[in-house]
């Protein structure tokens, strides 16, 4: 009976409600609240899970720093840089995307979260751009990892300029040429993991985001409600400071 | 419904301060600091980090309760690191606890039978 009761009460409220209000919450500002904070906590398990990548990262960096600064001076400042550029520009047109919305634009929201995978996709680009050099230069970790190959490569008159001024020793090493072979694998296995698991979330989101602009598109959205651009948003700059911190931890572990 | 909507020219601010300090990272590297070199490169990024999250992600505006999630997860991050390292960096003799890494050409001696 009381179902029944419960029942009346809901539909006869409902003409005042916002179509995509649930049943379960009171208002449309308490339902986005709990959507936030429900995407908050899924982003802490995230912070935690790249957090025990950190870990490894910094342990392995004391004990062998100068296998990580050696191995980093091997990663392009330019292509590092250019992509850090990208992926800021990318959270701002994400920003502006969840704006448009916030504001009824149907229009820029679509176009914004278009220009934010289109950045996204230039991330990737870039980063594939950097993986093949490593491909090339023998240095994905393995059975046919190389660490002198890409030093005899610029010796013998390779355009790798940056590798050139690499080589040329900046103070005494405390490491051999043989242990250097073995342990900045050990960087690049963590370089591959850390920016492979990041690429990884850039896929994901730029995923997230053509089922988004196709709602947006679709008129699914207004002032009202917007949640799912704003969850794809926060997930967005989440990918985004995972970089931010990326950048200066692998490419400037010891410049020049 | 009372949602804040920031100007775009906070959000063209912030890209303009995120792209700044990025640039003072990369030359912050080139300046030889010693041991602040690393310690400049996480404060610029704990502060690029900050922006977006403030900003960005619209913290700022949220409610206590998700303030209060952010900052727990940043609580575990804290221990995660902090503990994790304080345990290997203050052990008796760190160098010597290092595992030592062998040349390709290193011979491994049998264990001697009794």
Redesign the interface.
Known sequence: MSDAVAHADHGHAHAAHHPALQHHFDTMRQQKEAAVIGMWLFLLTEILFFGGLFVAYMIYRVWYFDAFAEASRRLSIFWGGLNTAVLIGSSLTMALAVRAAQTNNRKWTVNWLVLTMLLGCVFLGAKVIEYEDKFANYEVPGSSYNWLYHEQHAAAGGDHSEAGAAAEGHRELSLTPAQLQNTTQIYFSLYFTMTGLHALHMIIGVGLMLVITRMAWKGKFDAEYFTPVELSGLYWHFVDIVWIFLFPLLYLVERP | ???H??P?SL??A??GA??VL?GV??GA??VDLGPF?FAA??L??GF??SL??W????VKY??H??KL??A???F??TI??GM??ID??SRDDFSGQ??Q?????AVIEPARPH
């Open positions: 419904m009372s949602d909507v920031s775009v959000y063209l912030i890209f995120l792209m990025t990272t990369v590297a080139y070199n490169a996480m610029i990024a690029k980090a977006v999250v900003y960005f992600m619209h949220q409610s309760l998700t999630t952010v727990t997860g940043l575990f991050l995660l690191l994790s390292l290997y960096v290092r595992p890494p062998v040349g390709p050409d």
